[in-house]
């Protein structure tokens, strides 16, 4: 978007900006606000998707307070007419479209009424507040790449995500893709070489081909021979694609451009429930292509849907069993149907009987063949019997991240509130605190840490680790983690399907034993125990590992043991958690 606005000459390329993505990732909101404020633009455009809409209008939130005549504009997939996000005050525009013709239609505007000094007030005079409405698909051939550009910063190992296209011929009634883009639209044939110079030149780590389906058009092959010639250096190459297309000739091919893992969309190996969202499966074909690209060593990641029309719980344990059989589980996504506002699937909802959260994620809740507990039973059991995470586990860190953000607070004789004197735009997107039982007790404090985070950094995840040798006081424990505790948090909703003990994911609450004390173990389910890779532990506790808590490797981890523990957690090399100092 900032690329075509540069490109249509509404604004010039150094007035521009996007925001570094480890920023973005690693920073709170209130570093995000700051970065905007403290840059002093004039406009702000944020891409509204269902996982961070929220967190949008938080950033927005503080920006309109700091520096109230910066123009807010929210645009992407989650704005669109009706949508509840529209009342929100701290937005200006809202963009419905694509943003490539918006952008350049809002900025234009207001350029050419005298850039920078008093630019929003004419942005403001000529447009007013709303909704402004793409007046139709964008000129794919006038739309720049923003890393040729130079727009998109990166830093070496970064991945570069790259559209050679847009639009899908299919349509599955729950994708946006089929029904917003009519057609299949290309960029220019010439991006794709100038792209993996420029990937080369800068050392990026992967191209992230963005495409929906990538050999979705019947050209496909020739955008693949480009590839193949452009990526001299064999950069590792990611996409979507249809594994019925794949034959021996082109997964050679595929594999000569760099392909080295894939993301395919199985969804239900039940016929019924397939025809009922628009999808067609040629089981023989399917089989055929994964094996031609395990064979080539390329990586399958195989998305399957819970909660689909038509789908039991049997039969989702039948598509678990088939990935497995295929070969096919170690890398499966098992996502929950989300009925997305503007589908076809949420214009049948009603008839169809299926419910679903009234915001984002919007994932189902029920259908009239799969209940709301059936669903949640299907994912414990399915983590159980294949011993895969379909959620994967909060992690508590214990120092802080490399960009410089706050991650990491040992609160062990420290009163809570001491962080709050600190700047909101220091902490980083999760927050590990650890404290002693004692420190449990001072309810006031934690009261009012826990406003302080939602007032400046709603999205940061609390994780409290309580380091005691007796099991933490239940009381307090609730205390403490009600205090932190959003219940509206997005992080909430997506682990709704969790079945969980602790029922908070957004704060998570630990307990780091001291040593081999399994009696200290809460057995209330109030939080995850933590053990300590001691002597003791590996002499004496191998039982306890049975079940792959989390263990600390700290100060008194002596490096035979760890090596020990490393070789018995393979593949759950997650769960040991790195903490010198500790
Ligand atoms: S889910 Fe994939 S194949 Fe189906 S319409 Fe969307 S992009 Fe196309």
Redesign the pocket.
């Given at each position: 978007v900032a690329a075509a606005a540069v490109a249509s000459g509404a604004v010039r390329r150094e007035d521009v900006r996007i925001a570094p993505r480890r920023l973005m990732d690693r920073g709170g909101d209130a570093a995000v606000a700051e970065w905007i404020v403290s840059g002093g633009f004039d406009v702000v455009g944020f891409t509204a998707y269902q996982w961070n809409v929220e967190r949008c209008l938080a950033v927005a939130r503080t920006v309109k307070e700091a520096s109230p005549g910066t123009v807010t504009v929210l645009g992407g997939p989650e704005i669109a007419p009706g949508m509840p996000v529209l009342d929100a005050p701290q937005v200006d525009i809202f963009a419905v479209g694509e943003g490539e013709t918006l952008i350049a239609d809002i900025l234009g505007r207001g350029y050419r009424r005298g850039l920078r000094r008093g630019y929003h007030r004419g942005l403001r005079r000529g447009l007013g507040r709303g909704l402004r409405i793409a007046p139709g698909l964008a000129d794919l051939s006038a739309s720049p790449n923003p890393y040729l550009c130079g727009l998109m910063e990166t830093e070496r190992g970064d991945p570069m995500y790259l559209e050679t296209m847009r639009g899908?011929?299919?349509?599955?009634s729950?994708?946006?893709?089929?029904k917003s883009f009519p057609t299949v639209r290309r960029f220019p044939g010439s991006v794709v070489p100038e792209a993996f110079r420029c990937a080369e030149e800068r050392g990026l780590g992967e191209v992230y081909l963005m495409d929906?389906?990538f050999n979705?058009s019947p050209r496909w092959e020739n955008a693949l021979e480009s590839i193949a010639r452009a990526n001299r250096t064999r950069i590792p190459l990611h996409t979507?694609l249809?594994l019925e297309a794949v034959t021996a000739r082109r997964a050679d091919l595929l594999l000569r451009a760099g392909l080295r893992s894939v993301e395919v969309?199985l969804q239900s190996v039940n016929p019924r429930a397939l025809a009922a969202v628009g999808?067609r499966w040629d089981r023989r074909a399917f089989e055929g292509g994964a094996r031609l690209l395990l064979r080539r060593g390329i990586e399958v990641r195989t998305g399957v849907i819970l909660g689909l029309p038509g789908d039991t719980a049997e039969d989702f344990r039948d598509t678990v069993r088939y990935l497995k059989d295929q070969g096919l589980l170690g890398h499966a996504e098992v996502y929950p149907l989300s009925v997305l506002p503007g589908t076809r699937l949420r214009e049948e909802a009603g008839r169809r009987g299926i419910s679903f959260m009234p915001s984002p994620p919007y994932w189902v809740l029920a259908t009239p063949t799969m209940g709301a507990q059936e669903m949640v039973d299907a994912v414990r059991e399915t983590e159980r019997d294949f011993r895969m995470e379909l959620f994967q586990p909060v992690l508590p860190r214990f120092r802080d991240g490399k960009d410089g953000f706050l991650g990491f607070a040992d609160l062990r004789g420290r009163a809570p509130r001491s962080l709050t004197a600190m700047a909101p735009s220091r902490l980083g997107a999760a927050l590990t605190l650890l404290v002693d039982g004692d420190g449990l007790s001072a309810r006031g404090d934690w009261r009012k840490l826990g406003s302080w985070l939602r007032r400046y950094n709603p999205s940061t995840l609390i994780q409290v680790v309580v380091d005691s040798p007796t099991r933490p006081d239940a009381s307090r424990l609730e205390a403490v983690a009600d205090a932190l505790h959003d219940p509206a948090s997005y992080f909430e909703r997506i682990h709704y399907l969790k079945h969980d003990a602790q029922g908070r994911f957004s704060v998570r609450m630990f307990h780091l034993l001291p040593d081999l004390t399994p009696r200290a173990v809460d057995d209330g389910g109030l939080c995850d125990p933590i053990l300590r890779c001691t002597p003791a532990l590996l002499a004496r506790g191998r039982d306890l590992l049975r079940d792959r808590p989390f263990v600390l490797l700290g100060r008194a981890s002596r490096p035979g043991d760890v090596a020990s523990l490393r070789r018995l957690y393979r593949g759950w090399e997650h769960l040991l958690l790195e903490a010198p100092g500790i």
């Open positions: 899908c011929p299919h349509r599955c729950y994708c946006h893709y089929g929906p389906t979705a979507e249809r969309g999808r």
